[in-house]
DNA sequence: GAGCACTGC
């Protein structure tokens, strides 16, 4: 799958100037496209319902929208709408949806329907890309995005119509853009007296933007004084068939039922429960291979280490069959893996082949394979769960629900007709939930709070959830917050630490080290060590090369820990890229760095992540009145920072050479991959607590232990 | 002496 990279967006971006262009060669584009295009818009089977749909969305303020896949909800609907007249005044269709890939592949799809250069009247927007300008009348964006629109428009005044896409997914970002829609949609058609109301917090946010961005917030200030808000039609679109939920909480909203396109999936359930699934996905991917005619096999396993072993489990068992037999080939996917490797799922196998493609999750929604013919569901999934007693995030391996059962299966479904094998019997198919348990009541809730109180939703117990997360989760999150003096007693956010936290797409304790940092003057070096914590992991070391990895890693290890050795790998990326940036290309450059990384053992999609996030929240920090300046070669203050606010997560070395962390009393231990795994200082602060066979603490600086007491004297005292 | 699903700002 062609991933985006900067220069395609800088490209797009200079196409937006050159209107003329764009004309020619429309023009010149052949009449015979155009009248496919328009075919295939007529064949899909949204388009029997173009008329009633606008009609429902005419005669209500909100509507539901259930699509199965093929319908072509996502492409079309904003096309009838636009054409509907729904932007007259200026008015701005917003389309969210959960993932970034999304946003992206519809808008270019949409845009060539519509015969419009990517960025004029169809666009999207996705964190560090912006590709629309005044002209966009049809925007695809991340749900997540939005939010952030929010901070800075809480009436979401530029919208006419907002579409949430794949409601169904329940992820945080829609659950807490679902409850807000409600609100702006409410006050919008309540109208000018009451939004004087709220001018006071608009006036308050204004003052933190006024530096960079007055003007902005004046024009905001004055839409909202000057002119009658017009009402907001909110359209969900979900391709559950359980409309139920959504039409309820939008207090009896109509649902739309749009027919689906997918070819018919014979589903195979065992007679009896397996009581190992691996040995059972094994003996099914033969049985397809032997039995069963050509076709890509898709397997659904829950992580990196089953997809391994079944990987090598088949290769162990191929030279049993007969020669001619033995035309199968093996890739995994899943989203920790490089991704020159995740493209070879999607080439196709030599001729007589057959691809079994072991993948994760991440190929139930995240990717789509193309000539998959059958699927293996042993019925697993691996979730991340939220324990507000410690703070733990584990992973565990629990059964999918019916909806994510469904989901697989339809993946067999797509070219032609298939084949589900679920690996349980179908009785066990019945007790299963019938939806994944939303996301937003199975994790840490502190940045959905901080956002939430930056709208100025002060209520968040009382806030109208579509789901209420957990009261204690609530309560956790908010007195992490506290202590973080992002809330002040009364639990209102403070002013500035908690105003400038919630502006900074970051974890509450990262925005609360940069603030922090500005104060110490190392707001340079720590906008580096954030960054680099943001991203997933920075090293890698593959089992077959771990002591050549290690080797890589000495290079750059700090003895004052991960942090200072994660910036030491920034610095030393950073400095490498600009030595090549003198005698290369811009791709050149970067392509050398990629090979850099390689060598040195450093994933490059992280580095390259950290330096995107590094750029958007340095931008952040200035426009926020923050000094960027450097503590040089002293890193003191900056371990000084660490520790004032990570002061949560410090933790003392015990006799035996375990850690006890302070606030939670657990007892854990430094992860092998540390710098300090060795060293074992006496005191310590961490970034994360996984737990796996032991409780690991991960990325760790060493710190001296009355810096808590100092730094930190909400929650240590020195004692006698 | 270890292995962590997937997203997103």
């Not at 502006?503 to 609360?512: F, N, V, W």
């Not at 791709?587 to 990384?597: D, G, I, P, Q, Y």
Request: charged share 25%; proline share 4%.
């Amino acid at each position: 799958m062609p991933s985006m990279t900067s220069s395609d967006s800088a490209q797009r971006q200079s196409n937006h100037n050159t209107d003329v262009n764009q004309l020619k060669k429309l023009k010149a584009e052949p009449f015979a496209r155009r009248q496919k295009i328009e075919q295939h818009r007529k064949s899909l089977p949204i388009a029997a319902v173009e008329k009633v749909l606008l009609e429902e969305v005419r005669n209500n303020d909100t509507l539901i929208v259930v699509g199965e896949t093929g319908s072509g909800k996502t492409t079309q609907l904003p096309q009838y709408l636009n054409n509907g007249g729904f932007c007259r005044n200026g008015g701005i269709i917003g389309i969210t949806q959960p993932r970034r890939v999304a946003a992206i592949t519809v808008a270019k799809r949409v845009a060539e329907e519509c015969g419009v250069a990517l960025g004029q009247q169809v666009g999207y927007a996705i964190r560090f890309e912006d590709v629309t300008s005044r002209s966009t009348r049809i925007k695809y964006m991340t749900d997540g995005l939005l939010l952030r629109e929010a901070l800075l428009d809480s009436y979401l005044s530029k919208y006419s119509v907002i579409i949430v896409d794949e409601a169904h997914e329940r992820t945080v970002h829609t659950d807490v853009l679902l409850g807000l829609l409600k609100t702006v949609q409410k006050t919008r058609s309540q109208g000018v007296s009451d939004a004087v109301n709220i001018d006071h917090r608009e006036a308050k946010n204004g003052m933190l933007l006024e530096k960079h961005n007055g003007s902005e917030v004046a024009s905001i200030l004055k839409q909202c004084r000057g002119k009658k808000l017009s009402p907001l039609k909110i359209i969900i679109m979900s391709a559950s068939l359980d409309a139920r939920v959504f039409s309820e909480y939008f207090g009896g909203a109509r649902a739309v039922h749009v027919q689906g396109r997918q070819y018919p999936v014979d589903i195979l359930y065992t007679r009896q429960p397996e009581t190992d699934y691996i040995d059972a996905t094994l003996i099914t991917i033969f049985q397809i291979h032997m039995e069963e005619g050509p076709g890509d096999v898709l397997v659904f396993l829950t992580g990196q280490e089953e997809i391994e072993s079944v990987e090598r489990l088949v290769h162990e068992r191929l030279p049993q069959l007969s020669e001619s037999k033995r035309k199968l080939l093996t890739f995994p996917i899943f989203s920790s893996l490089p991704s020159e490797k995740q493209m070879k799922v999607f080439m196709p196998a030599p001729v007589g082949f057959r691809k079994v493609i072991l993948a994760t999750n991440i190929a139930e929604t995240s990717v789509t394979i193309p000539g998959i013919k059958y699927v293996i569901d042993p019925g697993m999934v691996k979730v991340r769960t939220y324990e507000a007693s410690t703070g733990i995030e584990p992973l565990i391996i629990i059964k999918t629900s019916k909806a994510q059962a469904l989901q697989r299966s339809g993946r067999a479904g797509r070219e032609g007709p298939g084949k589900c094998y679920r690996l349980y019997p179908e009785n066990e198919f019945d007790k299963l939930k019938d939806s994944t348990t939303p996301e937003i009541k199975r994790c840490n809730l502190s940045n959905v709070i901080l956002h939430l109180k930056a709208l100025g939703i002060d209520d968040i117990i009382g806030f109208d959830f579509i789901e209420q997360p957990d009261r204690i989760a609530i309560i956790k999150s908010m007195e992490l917050l506290f202590l973080l003096g992002a809330l002040t007693e009364e639990s209102k956010l403070s002013d500035p630490v908690g105003q400038k936290m919630a502006r900074l797409p970051l974890d509450p304790i990262y925005s609360k080290a940069l603030i922090i940092a500005s104060q110490f003057n190392c707001l340079e070096e720590m906008l580096i060590v954030v960054a680099m914590l943001s991203v997933e992991s920075i090293f890698y070391a593959p089992r077959e090369k771990l002591e050549e990895s290690r080797i890589a890693l000495k290079s750059f290890a700090s003895p004052e820990g991960d942090h200072l050795t994660l910036l030491n790998v920034y610095r030393a990326s950073e400095e490498f890229l600009q030595k090549s940036n003198l005698v290369n290309s811009k791709e050149k450059a970067e392509k050398n760095l990629r090979k850099w990384c390689k060598e040195n053992f450093i994933n490059s999609r992280s580095v390259k992540h950290a330096r995107d996030i590094h750029s958007q929240i340095r931008r952040n920090a200035e426009q926020m009145g923050f000094h960027v300046t450097s503590c040089g070669d002293d890193l003191l203050p900056l371990r000084r920072c660490l520790a004032a606010s990570f002061f949560l997560n410090a933790a003392l070395k015990q006799p035996d050479g375990t850690y006890r962390a302070l606030s939670s009393g657990l007892t854990v231990q430094i992860h092998p991959s540390s710098v300090l795994f060795r060293m074992k200082p006496d005191c310590i602060i961490f970034d994360e607590l996984v737990r796996t066979n032991h409780n690991y603490i991960r990325n760790i600086s060493r710190i001296d232990y009355l810096w808590l007491a100092e730094l930190a004297p909400q929650c240590y005292a020195l004692q006698e």
